[in-house]
């Protein structure tokens, strides 16, 4: 495709960076809108039991903390554990049916091209707000935030990749804008915040909220159709693409020297989708990506229930907390630029006509060492907020639930947010083929929303422990064990380094193939 002018790029930009905001992420946002639910009495027949002595198993909701006069009157409605986890399962399929829907948007831009999965999401994006709009806690209609989430799940990583591919018109600051667009993902979340703080200090319906977001799917629709091609964009760089076609030809040579089918004459292919799907270092990602993806949703899932305990089931305390988490959340695309930094600061100090592929595998290192670390601090820290009180004080001198101990775990999560979705999608971008890049993409979602089911039983664990104490144990652990992904990524550029007879940090240049292999000379 021809060259875009560089006022054009900029305008494409920044309308993906809005629509990330209004329309990708929003599900994480959850906190934000499960108190609005809440509030409106959703699914609160749930707690319309009794135990075995016959005593009433709710609590009722403290009202006051609306302060609008629209609302001050408005019915108070009993909450309970049960109410907990039904909303708590809505998100749980919600994000399920986000990563599902992952694989199939990824193969639809491959196949059918960006105009047709962006109108798909602003189409589906418009459905779920109406579902929203018109639902209420009366029975059936409280049944419409079931469909109505779910497509706002599914829109989360259609609008991802419906957006992403606008990196590649910044050439070599495409890891950096890559990780501006992911981080708007992970800022989403202000949608619902802000609806939620307009409902309760001026008393704007929800419904009317909802209403109001399906209008603005239009211009989105409209830019469709005007703005941004029918295909997809692709890097710029030919010399890029040379490269990498040079180091797979020499890997594949390597691989068929035993038996004996080597050619001179081979010419340069790229690997196939199958041949990347199944390779080691793909599946390992996917096993990253897939915990990483799980520590998210258990964060954000139970926030309300860990804010509760934490706060000792205040309201008034809740709903602070709440909104703090949801604004630091929306900082998460401010932060995001600080993981294309690193990914192609890591790129710099290769040879000057371009790193190789295995030199940007490598570059990613760094990036999953402080996504591993932060989110296990995450873990640790919230583990500690939930635990007992006055032990974890004496012994470590660190009260958890006050607000600077608080909001330094709220820093951590928006830190390894940014990195996660950033350096997932910028490793994906950088060390495959581009041809394959919306594919590679959505199976890494879809494979991390197959992972997610593990919410389920989980959540049941906090159910009948009564406390994600145990819950953020086990996923503290598994945060940990992820480590082992940027360790094999180094050893494994390593290996490929070894063979090539030269240590990583040579600064070498490549050079035409002689006699079937790359010649190289040291740029010094």
Not at 16 to 24: A, D, G, P, Q, V
Not at 405 to 428: E, K, P, Q, W, Y
Request: hydrophobic residues 45%; positive net charge.
């Amino acid at each position: 495709m021809p060259a875009v002018r560089f006022e054009k790029r900029f305008l494409l930009l920044a309308i993906s960076i809005l629509e990330m905001l209004l329309f990708s992420g929003i599900i994480y946002g959850w906190t934000s809108l499960v108190y609005i639910l809440k509030q409106e009495g959703y699914f609160s027949d749930r707690c319309e039991t009794t135990s075995g002595n016959g005593t009433q198993q709710n609590t009722q909701v403290n009202c006051q903390v609306i302060t609008n006069t629209s609302t001050q009157d408005a019915p108070c409605y009993p909450a309970c554990l049960e109410q907990d986890e039904t909303l708590t399962q809505v998100f749980a399929i919600s994000v399920v049916a986000s990563q599902v829907a992952s694989l199939f948007a990824g193969m639809a831009l491959d196949y059918f091209g960006l105009r047709f999965i962006r109108t798909c999401f602003s189409v589906m994006m418009a459905t779920a707000a109406l579902l929203l709009g018109f639902s209420t806690r009366e029975y059936p209609y409280v049944y419409l935030v079931y469909p109505g989430m779910i497509l706002v799940g599914m829109c989360a990583n259609i609008t991802l990749l419906a957006n992403v591919t606008v990196g590649n018109l910044f050439g070599s600051r495409r890891s950096t804008v890559i990780t501006i667009i992911t981080g708007s993902f992970g800022s989403s979340p202000v949608t619902f915040l802000v609806q939620k703080m307009l409902y309760v200090h001026f008393g704007v319906p929800f419904q009317h909220m909802c209403f109001v977001l399906a209008c603005l799917c239009v211009p989105s629709l409209l830019a469709t159709f005007t703005l941004f091609p029918k295909r997809k964009f692709l890097p710029n760089s030919q010399q890029e693409k040379r490269k990498d076609s040079q180091e797979t030809e020499r890997q594949q040579k390597e691989n068929k020297s035993g038996a004996g089918e080597e050619s001179e004459s081979a010419r340069p292919t790229e690997e196939t989708f199958v041949q990347v799907v199944t390779s080691r270092l793909y599946l390992l990602h996917l096993a990253y990506t897939s915990v990483m993806n799980l520590n998210v949703i258990i964060l954000v899932g139970t926030a309300n229930i860990w804010f509760n305990m934490a706060a000792g089931n205040n309201n008034g305390h809740v709903s602070f907390w709440t909104d703090v988490f949801g604004f630091f959340q929306v900082s998460n695309v401010l932060v995001s630029p600080l993981c294309g930094f690193v990914y192609d600061l890591g790129l710099r100090g290769h040879a000057y006509r371009g790193p190789t592929m295995t030199s940007r595998r490598r570059a990613a290192v760094p990036v999953f060492i402080i996504t591993s670390l932060t989110i296990s601090l995450v873990f640790f820290f919230a583990t500690l907020s939930v635990w007992d009180t006055s032990s974890v004080e004496s012994s470590t001198g660190l009260l958890m639930t006050s607000a600077p101990d608080m909001l330094m775990t709220f820093v951590l999560h928006v830190v390894s947010r940014a990195f996660i979705g950033g350096g997932n999608t910028a490793f994906i971008a950088n060390s495959f083929p581009a041809r394959h890049l919306g594919r590679l993409i959505g199976m890494s979602y879809l494979v991390a929303g197959l992972v997610g089911l593990l919410q389920y039983p989980l959540i049941g664990w906090i159910k009948a422990a009564g406390s994600p104490f145990y819950v953020y144990i086990f996923v503290l652990v598994l945060s940990v064990v992820t480590f082992g992904h940027p360790t094999y990524i180094s050893y494994h550029c390593r290996d490929v380094f070894a063979k090539e007879g030269r240590h990583p940090s040579q600064n070498l240049i490549l050079e035409n193939p002689v006699n079937g292999h790359l010649k190289r000379r040291s740029s010094v």
